[in-house]
């Protein structure tokens, strides 16, 4: 790992903590965020199987339902919307800057979280620092870039699927190599793929398996889009009813949208996405288009978060407040 000395010694002491907490451990509960993202799966996914082919008793739980775009994974049946088990060694919460994060668990399961010692494995900027174990590095690409530092020293029990798992997460998180890169970034996808990491099967289900109902929906949002200060930021709104127009569920729609199509028009400082859930909320995408330009400020005013580069939010304002919000925030570094 490429930081400096000290935070180097910080990290590995605490890597050498969070190996210690799984070594002596025998009943461990991984979860990710709400919503889960594709790193938040795989980060949680291959810490699953990896305590698992340890001989522990392990769970994981996502409060949301699993999007079908992670199925091709096969793994999806493994993960509860519940937590069935009572006593844990340790709480493992990947990819989640606040504790918050994991959904309802927290409220429905106090004592669980109250009197257990919980690992957070992070990337994001402005994490809380709410473990009682700490591995956060926001220069990482993502939590599975990290997960597969901590992992390394043990690669005779990294199997293909946790590989698999592992560099899922990697191409999720920095669109297929193309944000957030580092020179570890590629240290490690390198070594997934020594191991045996399925990138090919990652790759067309990822970037080559589009529906054409979604393209349809992409045309609308193009026909319709909304620019602001003469075209320096772009994006588009999906109410509920074009969702049923198209018939897409809005939890289905994938970040291709904004991460391929909307962040893709020259001239653009950053796009958005404002998208129309079935609760009636609206969901705030943010992503900066190139450097200099922090969309995280955004998402913060709506108590949202993320990347200087790629942000978000959930509120209840209307889009005539979001796109003012949008419009009026100094997002220049
Ligand atoms: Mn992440």
Redesign the pocket.
């Known amino acids: 790992m490429l930081l400096k000395y000290t935070e180097m010694d910080k990290t590995q002491q605490e890597m050498q903590k969070i190996q210690e907490v799984i070594k002596k451990g025998q009943n461990f509960l991984v979860m990710g965020h709400r919503n889960v993202?594709g790193?938040?799966y795989g980060?949680s996914m291959a810490l699953y199987f990896y305590l698992q082919g340890l001989g522990k008793t392990v769970e994981v739980a996502n409060s949301f339902p699993i999007t079908p775009l992670f199925y091709f994974l096969g793994v999806h049946d493994e993960v509860h919307t519940e937590i069935i088990g009572k006593n844990f060694d340790a709480i493992f919460v990947c990819?989640c800057g606040e504790l918050a994060l994991v959904g309802k668990y927290l409220e429905q399961y106090p004592d669980i979280f109250r009197n257990t010692p919980i690992v957070n494995i992070?990337?994001?900027n402005g994490n809380k620092m709410f473990g009682t174990y700490n591995l956060i590095d926001t220069e990482a690409s993502?939590?599975?870039e990290i997960l597969s530092d901590l992992l390394e020293s043990d690669e005779k029990n990294i199997t293909s699927k946790i590989a698999t798992l592992l560099l899922f997460?990697i191409i999720r998180?920095t669109n297929c190599f193309k944000n957030s890169l580092r020179p570890n970034t590629f240290a490690v996808t390198s070594n997934l793929l020594a191991l045996s990491a399925e990138y090919e099967k990652i790759i067309f289900h990822s970037y080559k398996s589009e529906k054409l109902n979604y393209l349809k929906l992409y045309g609308y949002v193009l026909e319709n889009l909304i620019s602001l200060k003469w075209d320096t930021i772009v994006g588009g709104y999906v109410s509920q009813t074009i969702f049923e127009r198209y018939g897409i569920p809005e939890s289905e729609l994938g970040p291709q949208l904004i991460n391929e199509v909307l962040s893709s028009i020259e001239g653009a400082d950053f796009a958005f996405l404002i998208k129309e859930t079935e609760s009636g909320e609206r969901k705030l995408s943010f992503r900066a288009r190139r450097d200099g330009f922090d969309v995280s400020r955004i998402a913060r005013h709506f108590g949202g978060g993320g990347h200087i580069q790629s942000a978000g939010a959930y509120t209840s304002e209307s889009v005539e407040e979001i796109l003012k919000v949008i419009e009026e925030t100094d997002v220049r570094m």
Do not use: N
Request: hydrophobic share 10%.
């Open positions: 993202d790193d938040a980060s990819d992070d990337h994001h993502s939590t599975c997460g998180d």
